[in-house]
C-alpha cells in the first residue's frame, strides 16, 4: 500500500522567506510523487512531477521539489514567498501515473 | 482551450435520494478520474476510466456508487441512496493518456442533508 504524509496542517512565511512544505511516503514500488496547488474556488493544478529521472525536480512559480530515497521524503520548496503563493498544496504519490493518493494538505499563508 | 467542466458546481440533496454527477473532459483525453475531498481533507480515488472502461474502481466505497463513460467522453458518477457521509466535493480529472498530466475540474460539492 502507499501513503503519504503532510507534515503541517497550516504553513505560514512572510513575504520574501523561504517555504517548505514537508512530505513523507510510504511505497512497497518506486513511487511516482507529486505536488499540487489548489487555490480557493479552482481545480488542482500539478506543480511537478517525480518519475524516476532527475532528483531534484523543477516545477512551476518557482517551486522545486527533492526526492530523498534514503528519508522518504519529496519535499516542496521555495526560495522566496509572494503573496500570490498562498493556497493548500497537497502532496501526492502513485506507484505509476494513474490512481493517485493524496496528502491531507498544507495551508500555506503569506503575510506582507 | 476549455478545462474539465463539472455539473452541477452545487447540489443538495436529501437522505435517500438518488444523485448524478457529471464530468467533461478535456476532449481527446483518453483518461478520466473520479476524486472525493471530504472537509479539510486531501483527495481520495474512486474509480478511473481508460476509454470505455473501468480499469480500476477499488476506491468506490461501497455498491451505492457507479460511474459510467459510455462513449469514451462524458463520464457520470452515480449515488444511490444518499447518505449524509457522501457529503463531499467529487473532482473529475483527464488526462490524454495514464501517463500524462491529470488536469482537474473545480468539482461538484454535493450535500446531503
Known amino acids: 500500500a502507499q501513503s503519504v504524509t503532510q507534515l503541517g496542517s497550516h504553513v505560514s512565511v512572510s513575504e520574501g522567506a523561504l517555504v517548505l512544505l514537508r512530505c513523507n511516503y510510504s511505497s512497497s514500488v518506486p513511487p511516482y510523487l507529486f505536488w499540487y496547488v489548489q487555490y480557493p474556488n479552482q481545480g488542482l493544478q500539478l506543480l511537478l512531477k517525480?518519475?524516476?529521472?532527475?532528483?531534484l525536480v523543477k516545477g512551476i512559480n518557482g517551486f522545486e521539489a527533492e526526492f530523498k530515497k534514503s528519508e522518504t521524503s519529496f519535499h516542496l520548496t521555495k526560495p522566496s514567498a509572494h503573496m500570490s503563493d498562498a493556497a493548500e498544496y497537497f502532496c501526492?504519490?502513485?506507484?505509476?501515473?494513474?490512481?493517485?493518493?493524496f496528502g491531507t494538505g498544507t495551508r500555506l499563508q503569506v503575510f506582507p | 482551450g476549455a478545462g474539465v467542466s463539472q455539473t452541477p458546481s452545487n447540489k443538495v440533496t436529501e437522505k435517500g435520494k438518488y444523485v448524478e454527477l457529471r464530468c467533461d473532459p478535456i476532449?481527446?483525453?483518453?483518461?478520466l478520474y473520479w476524486y472525493r475531498q471530504s472537509l479539510g481533507q486531501g483527495p481520495e480515488f474512486l474509480i478511473y476510466f481508460q476509454g470505455t472502461g473501468a480499469a480500476d474502481d477499488s476506491g468506490l466505497p461501497n455498491d451505492r456508487f457507479f460511474a459510467v463513460r459510455p462513449e469514451g467522453s462524458v463520464s457520470t458518477l452515480k449515488i444511490q441512496r444518499t447518505e449524509r457521509g457522501d457529503s463531499a466535493v467529487y473532482l473529475c480529472?483527464?488526462?490524454?493518456?495514464?501517463?500524462?498530466?491529470?488536469?482537474f475540474g473545480p468539482g461538484t460539492r454535493l450535500t446531503v442533508l
Open positions: 517525480y518519475t524516476s529521472a532527475a532528483t
Open positions: 476532449s481527446g483525453h483518453t483518461a
Open positions: 480529472a483527464s488526462s490524454l493518456t495514464r501517463e500524462d498530466e491529470q488536469f
Open positions: 501526492a504519490v502513485s506507484s505509476n501515473t494513474d490512481k493517485l493518493i
